[in-house]
T-cell receptor, first 113, second 115 residues
Framework: GAGVSQSPSNKVTEKGKDVELRCDPI?????LYWYRQSLGQGLEFLIY????????KSGLPSDRFSAERTGGSVSTLTIQRTQQEDSAVYLC???????????FGPGTRLTVL | AQKVTQAQTEISVVEKEDVTLDCVYE???????LFWYKQPPSGELVFLIR??????QNEISGRYSWNFQKSTSSFNFTITASQVVDSAVYFC????????????FGSGTKLNVKP
């Protein structure tokens, strides 16, 4: 079966531009998560969506970051007015419920010049 | 404060050696889950194990084994007879009853297995 997919796999942008990163979770998974992984670092939680509940945005580093999940499936992470410190790999994961294993996508490597 | 600490940044071993990756966690919840993930050079995280706080039995899966000790808040991972394909970054993670959706990841341990 299909795993979590993310697009694009790589994105190079100029400082100040907006970017959109997409995540397609595993079909039937109710929860979707976004993480950021800077070079050589661990995973930093950004946001999660669980079913029809309001998303937990507590990990978003600034108001330049936002995310949506349409129809309980695909999610888009938007970064406005990108900064060089936004350069990282953005990972998406999905799970069947809470407290169970999360399945990760391959990530989007974002480079802000 | 870090909820999950992986003090070993990088470990290098020679093939066939045994290696233990340490994970120490911190939580006030009595109900929680612990996880290990592997991130090979290709980059995609692979789930290895989930353990709940009420089950302290050690687990073995092939060459992998996990030692969960609540008394020391540790959940260590041992690879027996390591192989080159084990080379990866390994992450330990914690999920608490406060919000099981939030995973707290350690900073990872990079394992290099040399032939």
């Amino acid at each position: 079966g299909a795993g979590v997919s993310q697009s694009p796999s790589n994105k190079v942008t100029e400082k100040g531009k907006d970017v959109e990163l997409r995540c397609d979770p595993i079909s039937g998974h109710t929860a979707l998560y976004w993480y950021r992984q800077s070079l050589g670092q661990g995973l930093e939680f950004l946001i999660y969506f669980q079913g029809n509940s309001a998303p937990d945005k507590s990990g978003l580093p600034s108001d330049r970051f936002s995310a949506e999940r349409t129809g309980g499936s695909v999610s888009t992470l938007t970064i406005q007015r990108t900064q060089q410190e936004d350069s990282a790999v953005y990972l998406c994961a999905s799970s069947l419920g809470t407290g169970v294993e999360q399945f990760f996508g391959p990530g989007t490597r974002l480079t802000v010049l | 404060a870090q909820k999950v600490t992986q003090a070993q940044t990088e470990i290098s071993v020679v093939e066939k050696e045994d290696v233990t990756l340490d994970c120490v966690y911190e939580t006030r919840d009595t109900t929680y889950y612990l996880f290990w993930y592997k991130q090979p050079p290709s980059g995609e995280l692979v789930f290895l194990i989930r353990r709940n706080s009420f089950d302290e039995q050690n687990e073995i899966s092939g060459r992998y084994s996990w030692n969960f000790q609540k008394s020391t808040s540790s959940f260590n991972f041992t690879i027996t007879a390591s192989q080159v394909v084990d080379s990866a970054v390994y992450f330990c993670a914690l999920s608490e009853a406060q919000d099981f959706n939030k995973f707290y990841f350690g900073s990872g341990t990079k394992l290099n297995v040399k032939p």
